[in-house]
């Protein structure tokens, strides 16, 4: 079956501009993170959603940051007024299940470069 | 706070050759879960093996082990008869179960296998 997506695949933009990160899990898996990874490092949490809510935000980094998931199936990241520190990998990942111990499935990431 | 460190930048092993990654953790959880994931150049985070630590027998996946000192709070991935399409970034990670399954991963270890 299908693995987990991400469009687009490479982003380029401009200081100070909008972007959006699309994320498309499994199908029928409840769980999705969205991670970050800097150049040389490993992915760092962003945000856990469970269905449709935001179950932990605690990794986002400011408040230019945001992430919505309203059907519980496709997620978007939202960045405004971006920055060149907001250059990195964006990583999103599925899992089934309700809570703890499920193997998360990671896509391919989007490679987000602020000039 | 919990932790993952790995400390070794890069290494590299002959073809068919066996090799050791390292990993130490640290967390004041006792329902935790350890995970090695290998990401190559094409960026897809790819699960290797994981362990669930609770349990004392080191988890085994073909050529991938694992030797799990909880008390000692490490976790090393052994490679047997490394293959080229083994040479990639290796990724220790942690889960704590009661958190919903966010990953806190290490700096990663690159490998490169010879031929």
């Known amino acids: 079956g299908a693995g987990v997506s991400q469009t687009p695949s490479n982003k380029v933009t401009e200081k100070g501009k909008y972007v959006e990160l699309r994320c498309d899990p499994i199908s029928g898996h409840t769980a999705l993170y969205w991670y970050r990874q800097s150049l040389g490092q490993g992915p760092e949490f962003l945000i856990y959603?469970?269905?449709?809510?935001?179950?932990?935000d605690s990794g986002l980094p400011n408040d230019r940051f945001f992430a919505v998931r309203p059907e519980g199936s496709v997620s978007t990241l939202k960045i405004q007024r971006t920055e060149r520190g907001d250059s990195a990998v964006y990583l999103c990942?599925?899992?089934?299940?309700?809570?703890?111990?499920?193997?998360?499935?990671f896509g391919p990431g989007t490679r987000l470069t602020v000039l | 706070a919990q932790t993952v460190t790995q400390s070794q930048p890069e290494m590299s092993v002959q073809e068919a050759e066996t090799v050791t990654l390292s990993c130490t953790y640290d967390?004041?959880?006792?329902?935790?879960?350890l995970f090695w994931y290998k990401q190559p150049p094409s960026r897809q985070m790819i699960l290797v093996i994981r362990q669930e630590a609770y349990k004392q027998q080191n988890a085994t996946e073909n050529r991938f082990s694992v030797n799990f000192q909880k008390a000692a709070k490490s976790f090393s991935l052994k490679i047997s008869d490394s293959q080229l399409g083994d040479t990639a970034m290796y990724f220790c990670?942690?889960?704590?179960?009661?958190?919903?399954?966010?990953?806190?991963f290490g700096q990663g270890t690159e490998l490169s296998v010879k031929p």
């Open positions: 959603f469970q269905g449709t809510g935001a179950a932990d």
């Open positions: 990670a942690l889960l704590l179960y009661n958190q919903g399954g966010k990953l806190i």
């Open positions: 967390t004041s959880e006792n329902n935790y879960y």
């Open positions: 990942a599925s899992s089934t299940g309700t809570s703890g111990f499920y193997t998360q499935y």
